[in-house]
């Protein structure tokens, strides 16, 4: 009892941003996991009740109260709706940092997240060499998505269709980069992220090619580590910290403009994540973090804004039909949603299609599609109907995890819609 009153005292100092909830519930509507479920503890206003009941010992479950705080996307959906500003995903991922500490993770999480991801030079190692050996435990499900399946009843694959691990990483393919400043008279430090450089490499592959065009110099060290947001989203403090301090002195090492990335959910990381545990970084690597989470940018925001590519205004006719998914970190989080879809409308071999829904999350979530799957799915569903009603052909998003999610859905249906990256498209524009 003396440890959940510590517990209790550690959560009482998110009370502030939590007494701003004044319970409305319009967070209901918005969200995907309660729109599949009808649980009140799966929306944000049950959340919250359930975390001042364990702040105030009105509750003494904290195992319940974790399961039911891990039951959520991070999508941010509820916080971009929410009429009084809740600061949700400060509380959330505080909290998740909270009760987490104080229960401690498990066995798995705690190799994963400690023994893995803070060694990126392990992890690339033992991802290289599964890699290698997938295809014995694998087969191919569907060649437009690109997917495979398991040859073996599998609990943790199960159903699923899941993108292979790429034969050449980007890691392997380009190890690091240090060139010299073109025509933009730019200097960026390019951040692929562990899904593209681990499954989507040819995305890393589209984007050199459109900073070569550009005239861009590209700084990208060896031995990237995670952003930490799985870590985060975990509730693991002692991992993130670890990756902020790899990635600062990694990136440290060299002068640029921008740190560029093509995975939304890395770019909300580094800025808007990372500031809000700024406090909690040690001194000595606090202002170098913060000025890399400054300098962190979409790469469509990067190519538009930027670099001013220019962009007809006019969506090209007659082409392959095409559609986009707005991934949440990127909509919801960082409002970069134009950008996007002007690059797609500068491929003339396409024609855009906006489908309905288009900023509703995909249900991926992370780890929550890996806990959650049934859920993940129905919300994964859902998206995919949307795709198919566009009469879209290609679907272009930007965010390596709805990829994954997308890829999924389109290749277990069958439908035959190809998954890419907008950047993708517009590379092919380049020659
Ligand atoms: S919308 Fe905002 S204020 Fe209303 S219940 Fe949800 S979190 Fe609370
Ligand atoms: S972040 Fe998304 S999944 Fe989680 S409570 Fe909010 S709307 Fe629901």
Known sequence: MADLQ???????????????????????GVCPVFAETMAEADVTRGKIALLENLAHELVVDAEGVKDKLNKCLLCGSCAANCPSGVRIM?????????????????????????????????????????????????????????????RLMSPIIG??????????????????????????GLKIAFYPGCAVDKFFPQVGHAAFKIFRHHGVG?????????????????????????????????????????LVTPCGSCTAAFKEVWPKFAAEMPSAIRHAAMTLADKAIDINAFIVDKLGVEVPTEAPKGG????????????????????????????????????????????????FNLYHYDVSKKIGERKRENIVASGAKVVATGCPACMLQISDMLSQAGDGIAVKHAIEIYAETLG
């Not at 990126?120 to 890699?131: E, Q, R, V, W």
């Open 6 to 28: 510590k517990l209790a005292t550690m959560l009482q100092e998110l009370d502030d941003q939590m007494a701003a909830c004044m319970k409305c519930g319009m967070c209901q």
């Open 90 to 150: 400060d509380i959330f991922l505080k909290a998740r940092c909270i009760v987490n500490g104080y229960l401690g993770l498990s066995p798995a999480k705690k190799a994963i997240l400690r023994g893995m991801l803070t060694r990126p030079k392990l992890f690339n190692a033992l991802l290289d060499t599964a890699g290698k050996f997938q295809g014995l435990v694998t087969s191919k499900a569907d060649e437009i998505v690109g997917t495979s399946c398991s």
């Open 159 to 184: 159903e699923r269709h899941f993108k292979p691990l790429a034969k050449e990483p980007l890691h392997a393919a380009v190890p690091s980069l240090d060139t010299a400043v073109g025509a933009s």
């Open 218 to 258: 590209v700084f990208m060290p060896e031995g990237q580590a995670c952003c930490g947001l799985p870590s985060l989203a975990s509730g693991d403090m002692e991992s993130f910290l670890r990756l902020v301090e790899l990635n600062v002195k990694l990136f440290g090492q060299m002068p640029f403009d921008y």
């Open 320 to 367: 392959t039909p095409l559609t986009y998914h707005d991934p949440c970190h990127l909509d919801k989080s960082l409002h970069v949603t134009a950008q996007p879809r002007a690059l797609l409308r500068s491929n003339p071999n396409y024609e855009f299609r906006e489908m309905s829904e288009h900023n509703r999350c995909c249900g991926c979530g992370g780890s």
